[in-house]
């Protein structure tokens, strides 16, 4: 019974192991001299004029959402239509269906204002 299963155990144990294993060696190996300057924090060239721990308005997580549904839209949409005549009509529709979805959830945003960028 334990042969059934030791394949998968080697398989976690090695996924631990590579997982973990780098984290562990870096941390042992790694040099700890810090100064003034390591631990300063860097904004693109300039001095820091505000503190780090702002909270992020609602509209930057709505415009990477919106990004990533219309990532995911587009990563869909390629394959589809290298394959489209082999898929035939039924794909197309469902396509369709996929796409007036994302078009009526596009056009709900837009009304929201969730586009505008003040």
Known sequence: ????????L??????ILVGVGPLVLGYLLSPRRPDKDKDAPYECGFEAFETARL?????????AIL??????????LFPWAVVLSDLGIF??????????ILVVGFI??????????E
Do not use: C, H, T
């Open 1 to 8: 019974m334990i042969n059934n299963y030791l394949p998968i």
């Open 10 to 15: 080697i398989f976690i144990l090695v996924g």
């Open 55 to 63: 909270k992020f308005d609602v509209r930057f997580y709505l415009v």
């Open 67 to 76: 990004f990533i549904v219309f990532d995911l839209e587009i990563a869909f």
């Open 91 to 100: 794909a197309f529709w469902a396509m369709l269906i996929f796409l007036g």
């Open 108 to 117: 709900y945003e837009w009304k929201k204002g969730a586009l505008e960028w």
